[in-house]
């Protein structure tokens, strides 16, 4: 193995195949609302340095995941578990001094992961929960249990059907009930 190849597999990283590199990405991001502005990036670090997720991340950093599609890197940065951290607070946008929408691209990329299915499972087990019960998650058996025991009143039922409804050709719910229906 060479030096390069042993410190990548160190820190968990694959090498850059040349096979990788899709340099029409970074246009073709330029043509979605939200990235019209990812190749004013100059990786100056400031979203990263002022990110309030990044402080407590090892692993997420905008500025990486800007850079890898500015670079062509379409796989690595859609199949990316850390794309999907981002609070959405937008302090990298505010802090930006190339007015580049750091967390607009972040959402872009999102939500071109979640058409190609690159979806951490939590969030498609959400997404279920929200469309067969209307809540977010499960509400388990014992709390339900513990509420009656403490006199408290009942939840309110959950309403999928109105959820449903309104969610009714959004891609990434749409598909997550295509994969309910396939259970």
């Known amino acids: 193995m060479t030096e390069v190849t042993t410190k990548s597999a160190q820190q968990g990283k694959e090498p850059i195949r040349a096979s990788e590199f899709d340099p029409k990405f970074k246009y ?14 100059f990786q100056c670090g400031t979203c990263t340095s002022d990110c309030p997720i990044a402080r407590f991340s090892d692993t997420y950093r905008p500025r990486t995941l800007i850079h890898m599609a500015q670079l062509g890197l379409k796989d690595r940065v859609l199949n990316s578990d850390t794309l999907w951290l981002c609070a959405a607070c937008f302090t990298c946008t505010d802090r930006c001094p190339q007015d580049v ?21 939590v969030f498609k087990d959400q997404a279920q929960s929200l469309i067969e019960t209307g809540y ?29 409804k309104v969610l009714r050709g959004v891609k990434f719910f749409d598909r997550i009930q295509q994969w309910g229906d396939q259970k």
Not at 34 to 41: D, P
Not at 101 to 121: S, Y
């Open 28 to 41: 073709e991001l330029q043509k979605i609302h939200g990235a019209e502005n990812i190749l004013r990036c």
């Open 136 to 164: 977010a998650y499960m509400i388990p058996e014992l709390r339900i249990k513990k509420r009656v025991s403490q006199g408290l009143p009942p939840l309110p039922k959950g309403n999928p059907e109105t959820i449903r």
């Open 101 to 121: 929408e750091v967390a607009a691209v972040i959402r872009v990329f999102r939500n071109l992961a979640a058409e190609k299915g690159c979806i951490p499972q």
